[in-house]
């Protein structure tokens, strides 16, 4: 996967879905929680998909832009992706040990962001937010 894909091909590739995307999607769906591309190219392995890992990255690069996918990173820096079933805006804070996600009320950072885009002049502005810790159990259990 060490050619990106241009913007022009992203936006005709979320246009439709395509067979092997469609693997891609399921296979998020499939995962309860957060996964990273290789884990879910993994699992797509095991059930016999036909699917790419440059595939995998490039589906879940547009899931993410059209809002069907969340995404945070882990403590090493790795992306982790999630299927969102409705395509309203969410936050998670994620557990850097054990990966509990659990999504958070977020009224304060949508209320700036759309006060920064107000006054910025900028259009279809996008945002993200990612919080991370130590859940209730991995701070107790040490
Ligand atoms: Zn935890
Ligand atoms: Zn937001």
């Not at 990273?36 to 016999?48: D, E, I, N």
């Not at 009320?105 to 996008?126: H, P, Y």
Request: some cysteine; overall charge positive; charged content about 25%.
């Amino acid at each position: 996967m060490t050619a990106a894909p241009r913007e022009g091909e992203i936006i005709v590739l979320g246009g439709r879905r395509t067979p092997r995307r469609k693997w891609v999607l399921n296979a998020l769906i499939d995962s309860n929680g957060f996964v990273s591309a290789q884990a879910l190219y993994t699992r797509l392995v095991g059930m016999g998909s036909p699917v790419g890992l440059s595939t995998v990255y490039r589906t879940l690069r547009v899931l993410t832009e059209s809002g069907r996918a969340d995404i945070v990173r882990d403590s090493n820096g790795e992306r982790l992706f999630r299927y969102r079933p409705s395509a309203e805006h969410q936050h998670y804070i994620l557990c850097r040990r054990c990966g509990l996600s659990t999504a958070v009320e977020a009224a304060a950072v949508e209320a700036w962001a759309k006060r920064v885009a107000t006054f910025s002049g900028f259009a279809e502005v996008e945002h993200t937010v990612e919080l991370s810790g130590l859940c209730p159990q991995c701070r107790g259990g040490g």
